[in-house]
């Protein structure tokens, strides 16, 4: 069973609308979770970092939660853009150098 | 930020010949490189960790004599995929480690795209 769980699988949302990923882990011990967008075809990019004792980080219009109680993470894309359409993946990091990758949630924003 | 390569971007090969496919750390140095799989839709899976000046650590399920890895320097891996076959077909991405003072993060190539015919 995968230890980090995304949803929704995928989303399609309009220029400008708001929108909320989820990220669910069991990876124990955590030492840090992270946020990367792939654009198609590419290699991703990381958007967030997060320790333990982090409950939020924003980096521009991109705001990653981490709750680590509960072990959930969402990431949320305010005022979306065209340019935004990319999978989001959710890593975690357990033991040192091992990264748990979550299937992604495939973002399509429409005009 | 750390800045990852790879080479090529993209590559056609026929059935049965083998393919090399490289990683560099541009502006840091990286003792450990990791390279991953990712067939569409899906997730990264790692394939191996490669160390520098030594053998890599391959995952289980992962064929250590058909995917051979190189690390012989700081800011070089090489995966070389050995007699291709069509199901070898995929996209290789590879990431190198830059430890900081606190936390060590992960720095990914832009991929490599193979097509086995």
């Known amino acids: 069973k995968n230890q980090v769980e995304q949803s929704p699988q995928s989303l399609i949302i309009l220029e400008g609308k708001n929108c909320t990923l989820q990220?669910?882990?069991?990876?124990?011990?955590?030492?840090?979770l992270r946020w990367y967008k792939q654009d198609t075809g590419r290699g991703p990019v990381s958007l967030t970092i997060m320790t333990f004792s982090e409950n939020t980080k924003s980096n521009g219009r991109y705001t990653a939660t981490l709750d680590a109680d509960t072990k959930q993470s969402s990431l949320h894309i305010t005022a979306s853009q065209l340019s935004d359409s990319a999978s989001y993946i959710c890593?975690?990091?357990?033991?040192?150098?091992?990264?748990?990758f979550g299937a992604g949630t495939q973002v399509v924003v429409t005009p | 930020g750390a800045v990852v390569s790879q080479h090529p971007s993209r590559v056609i090969c026929k059935s049965g010949t083998s393919v090399k496919i490289e990683c560099r750390s541009l502006d840091f140095q990286a003792t450990t490189m990791f390279w991953y799989r990712q067939f569409p839709k899906k997730s990264l899976m790692l394939m191996a960790t490669s160390n520098e000046g030594s053998k890599a650590t391959y995952e289980q399920g992962v064929e250590k004599d058909k995917f051979l890895i190189n690390h012989a320097s700081l800011t070089l891996s090489t995966l070389t995929v050995t007699s291709a076959h069509p199901e070898d077909s995929s996209f290789y991405i590879c990431s190198a480690r830059l430890a900081g003072v606190y936390q060590e993060t992960q720095y990914f190539g832009p991929g490599t795209r193979l097509l086995v015919l």
């Open positions: 990220c669910n882990y069991t990876v124990s011990p955590f030492s840090n």
């Open positions: 890593v975690v990091s357990g033991s040192w150098g091992k990264l748990q």
